[in-house]
């Protein structure tokens, strides 16, 4: 055996530690969309038997496969985001009503971003780190559809969910 070929183990931790910064997280989520209320929700649990909504009426179901992983390493940017914006809006003491009402939004996103984070670990069965890597870096890699005004990104699994399902009306067409 040459000396050459052999690796040293600081090189097989390095590249271990690559190995598990780079691994991705399969795993399913499921729309939900309840073709009589036209209510629109996602699930962690896979149900192949189909499901009835709290109405009765048996429900449309899109299973979807994702890197949880690319989900979580979103939501929990989205997480730094809002803080920021919460951090930033305690600042405004002169526009009290309209700094209030902004309050109350980023409190309402923040705890949809904290459900959906939730929900993937669960998806996940444990807990998943995200991406170590800067946003940046990570950008191409990620399922990025959209970015919106206050800088939130939308993940393809939640960007316009109603498309997924054809029978969906919107309120407009009803
Ligand atoms: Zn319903």
Same mark, same amino acid.
């Given at each position: ?64 496969? !994702?890197? &949880?992983? =690319? ?5 929990? +940017?989205?997480?730094? /985001?809002?803080?920021?914006?919460? @951090? ?31 929900? !993937?670990? &669960?998806? =996940? ?5 995200? +991406?170590?890597?800067? /946003?940046?870096?990570?950008?191409? @890699? ?33």
């Amino acid at each position: 055996m040459s000396d050459s070929k052999s690796i040293s183990l600081d090189q097989f931790r390095k590249r271990k530690e690559k190995e598990a910064a780079e691994q991705y997280h399969f795993g399913k989520m499921v729309w939900l969309h309840c073709p009589k209320c036209e209510t629109l929700e996602y699930t962690e649990i896979i149900s192949p038997n189909g499901r009835l909504h709290n109405c009765g009426t048996l429900v449309n179901e899109q299973e979807i496969d !994702l890197d &949880l992983r =690319a989900e979580i390493t979103i939501t929990e +940017y989205n997480l730094t /985001i809002i803080d920021g914006l919460l @951090k930033k809006n305690s600042g405004f003491k002169l526009v009290k009503i309209i700094s209030k009402s902004l309050d109350k939004a980023l409190i309402a996103l923040k705890a949809s971003e904290e459900a959906y984070r939730e929900r !993937l670990q &669960l998806a =996940a069965g444990t807990v998943v780190p995200p +991406y170590p890597e800067k /946003i940046e870096l990570l950008k191409d @890699k990620l399922p990025i559809k959209d970015t919106n005004k206050l800088g939130l990104m939308v993940s393809e699994f939640r960007f316009e969910p109603e498309k997924r399902f054809n029978q969906f009306k919107s309120p407009r067409d009803k």
